[in-house]
């Protein structure tokens, strides 16, 4: 049994938590970057306790969230879902997604439905780590730059501001692999159906430009001016207005956002991500993430589609400069 303590225990080494408490702001520093950032399930939910605390925390009105190294973050770290993604017959265990240690409690047996939409649906939920910017009640900034995918990309468009390098590529790998994402109806909401669709239906990332042009982010500087742009943002916003007044302006915001169906979002993706082991594909060479993951390795399974795509489409910076 995979213990949650352990994983927590081990992920806050990849975690940076600082406050400047002259200035209330706390900065939130994903530290893994020879991974590329990408977040493990104690990492998210290390996370997720995080911005909890800065929310409570009176010494705390902005909370900026950034990556350190070149990128902001790829997303989840994919190779600890192997096994759920496979389909093998073999049963798993995802109660340490739950943050369950209990070997009393049995996990619903793959086959069934609860296997993947029990978990599916808990992402929907703050505490699994996907989605505590939205009920966070002070002011959030994401710094992006490099790749901003999948797990990070949901922190990106949940966040009050975000402020980008020019350079920075923004999508979900899991619109190839799988078809969607926890956070699809917020997507559509922020980026616009139409441009939203393309990024779904193509796959492809998009450019600090083209998500400009969508209104995705509120600034795009330089890389080299992309901290001290950050800053600036984070102390307009530090000096404005008491807390107690952010609080009501953040609950009338949430109150929006639900009444634009936030939340029932994230619950309607969840069960249309429990629906993955009914999707079948289509021809013997469509990508199949699990067993193509054992058989290939994860590295080549996502090179391999990702030189399929234009090189101005592909995910990989490295691809992209390829013919």
Not at 8 to 23: C, F, G, L, P, T
Not at 238 to 261: C, H, L, W
Not at 279 to 291: E, H, T, Y
Request: negative net charge; hydrophobic residues 35%.
């Amino acid at each position: 049994m995979i213990n949650i303590d352990d994983l927590k225990s081990e992920a806050k080494k990849y975690i940076r938590y600082e406050k400047d408490v002259v200035n209330r702001i706390a900065y939130l520093t994903f530290n893994r970057p020879e991974s590329l950032n990408s977040t493990s399930v104690g990492m998210r939910q290390v996370y997720a306790d995080l911005v909890l605390q800065a929310n409570i925390d009176d010494e705390v009105k902005v909370l900026v969230i950034r990556g350190e190294g070149d990128n902001f973050g790829g997303g989840g770290d994919l190779s600890e879902q192997a096994d759920m993604l496979s389909e093998g017959d073999e049963d798993v265990s995802l109660l340490h997604e739950f943050g369950i240690n209990d070997p009393s409690v049995k996990y619903p047996p793959k086959g069934s439905f609860r296997f993947l939409h029990g978990l599916t649906d808990h992402y929907a939920k703050a505490s699994a780590g996907n989605r505590p910017l939205q009920e966070f009640k002070k002011i959030s900034i994401v710094e992006a730059k490099g790749y901003c995918y999948g797990w990070h990309f949901y922190q990106a468009a949940d966040a009050d501001l975000l402020v980008c390098s020019d350079d920075t590529l923004f999508g979900h790998p899991s619109f190839r692999y799988a078809g969607w994402g926890p956070r699809l109806w917020t997507w559509i909401e922020t980026i616009g159906l139409r441009k939203f669709q393309e990024m779904l239906f193509t796959g492809r990332p998009f450019t600090a430009k083209e998500m400009d042009a969508c209104n995705f982010v509120n600034s795009i500087v330089p890389r080299e001016k992309l901290e001290e742009e950050t800053k600036k943002y984070a102390m307009a916003c530090s000096r404005t207005r008491p807390m107690d007044v952010v609080a009501v302006q953040k609950t009338f915001i949430e109150i929006y956002k639900q009444n634009r169906g936030e939340y029932m979002g994230s619950l309607l993706t969840g069960f249309v991500e429990g629906m993955l082991p009914m999707m079948k594909n289509d021809k013997k060479g469509d990508v199949q993430l699990g067993d193509d993951v054992f058989e290939k390795g994860l590295n080549n399974v996502v090179k391999d589609l990702d030189m399929q795509y234009p090189p101005e489409w592909r995910l990989s910076r490295s691809n992209r400069r390829k013919p």
